[in-house]
């Protein structure tokens, strides 16, 4: 599979992940979820091309994808991804406390959403 397709279900899931929350619609969430985690993890397969790849999405339209890109892109683009995440963690919400713990995960050093 192409990688821009792997991004593509990456980002449309990320974002139906969050409407199903928003909805309280948890079981449909967790589905979601675990698309785009094999998306994530299609990407990795093809090593930093298909992490490179899903960098494209830190300008997404979407804060939500802006931050799933950034939270697990933090070891191999630590500069750009975090400062997605230091931009989003400014709001209040839901996505900026999800921007909030990944930047306090990495700090801590117990992240590991794309260990090396």
Do not use: C, S
Not at 56 to 79: E, I, K
């Amino acid at each position: 599979m192409k990688l821009e397709k792997l991004v593509e279900q990456f980002a449309e899931n990320v974002a139906a992940q969050t409407d199903a929350i928003w909805r309280g619609d948890a079981k449909t969430g967790n589905k979601h979820a675990r698309k785009y985690g094999a998306a994530f993890d299609k990407l990795r397969a093809h090593g930093d091309a298909g992490r490179d790849a899903l960098a494209a999405l830190f300008t997404h339209p979407r804060m939500d994808v802006r931050v799933a890109a950034a939270a697990v892109l933090l070891r191999h683009r630590t500069a750009e991804a975090k400062a997605v995440l230091e931009e989003a963690a400014k709001g209040e919400g839901m996505v900026p406390f999800e921007a909030q713990q990944a930047l306090q995960r990495w700090e801590e050093g117990t992240w590991a959403l794309d260990p090396a």
